[in-house]
T-cell receptor, first 114, second 116 residues
Framework: DQQVKQNSPSLSVQEGRISILNCDYT??????FLWYKKYPAEGPTFLIS?????DKNEDGRFTVFLNKSAKHLSLHIVPSQPGDSAVYFC?????????????FGSGTQLTVLP | GAGVSQTPSNKVTEKGKYVELRCDPI?????LYWYRQSLGQGPEFLIY????????DSGLPNDRFFAVRPEGSVSTLKIQRTERGDSAVYLC??????????????FGPGTRLLVL
């Protein structure tokens, strides 16, 4: 059973527009959420995170929103740039015992068209 | 500063052989993680070290897989009697604070293992 789900395998957006990537989770013990970006043949690169005590975190062009009641988070990229084209992974972790591991979604391939 | 490094970057081996994959974490990071990523999927947790000890090895798929971190820095993931299904990218990550929830993990570039 997938505890973190990214239901859209791919997304195409025009340069300058907003990109919205979505992620759902099922485990209510998760209390920290992260987004990673991955280029081919490279490891995942940390983008932005959010604690469950917040509902929004912003860093430059990137904003993550968390809706705990819906167990849903999203990553907004505004404005989108061609260099943002990559696979984006949503990840979650808990706060006790073995829960420090990250549980990842299957990723969304974002393509920003010039 | 230097990030997480992993060697080799690529490894091709034959079914039944033994392989070792190395991870050098960011200096000063006491927590170290191994993940495995298969094609089209997100990374899956294998094992977590806090210092020298394996705090959680619940993700290791079977007893052919073993990892060590003898001095609390470099770690080696060891796979015995490799099988074709072991082919994947093996990722290592480290984090700066041990045992705390919500600490960001920083990943290396991975080792691409192909078992023929």
């Amino acid at each position: 059973d997938q505890q973190v789900k990214q239901n859209s395998p791919s997304l195409s957006v025009q340069e300058g527009r907003i990109s919205i990537l979505n992620c759902d989770y099922t485990n209510s013990m998760f209390d920290y959420f992260l987004w990673y970006k991955k280029y081919p043949a490279e490891g995942p690169t940390f983008l932005i995170s959010i604690s469950s005590i917040k509902d929004k975190n912003e860093d430059g062009r990137f904003t993550v929103f968390l809706n705990k009641s819906a167990k849903h988070l999203s990553l907004h990229i505004v404005p989108s740039q061609p260099g943002d084209s990559a696979v984006y992974f949503c990840a979650a972790s808990g706060s006790s015992g073995s829960a420090r591991q990250l549980t990842f979604g299957s990723g969304t391939q974002l393509t920003v068209l010039p | 500063g230097a990030g997480v490094s992993q060697t080799p970057s690529n490894k091709v081996t034959e079914k039944g052989k033994y392989v070792e994959l190395r991870c050098d974490p960011i200096s000063g990071h006491t927590a170290l993680y191994w993940y495995r990523q298969s094609l089209g999927q997100g990374p899956e947790f294998l094992i977590y070290f806090q210092g020298t000890g394996a705090a959680d090895d619940s993700g290791l798929p079977n007893d052919r897989f073993f990892a060590v971190r003898p001095e609390g820095s470099v770690s080696t993931l060891k796979i015995q009697r490799t099988e074709r299904g072991d082919s994947a990218v093996y990722l290592c990550a480290s984090s700066p604070l041990p045992g705390l929830a919500g600490v960001t993990q920083y990943f290396g570039p991975g080792t691409r293992l192909l078992v023929l």
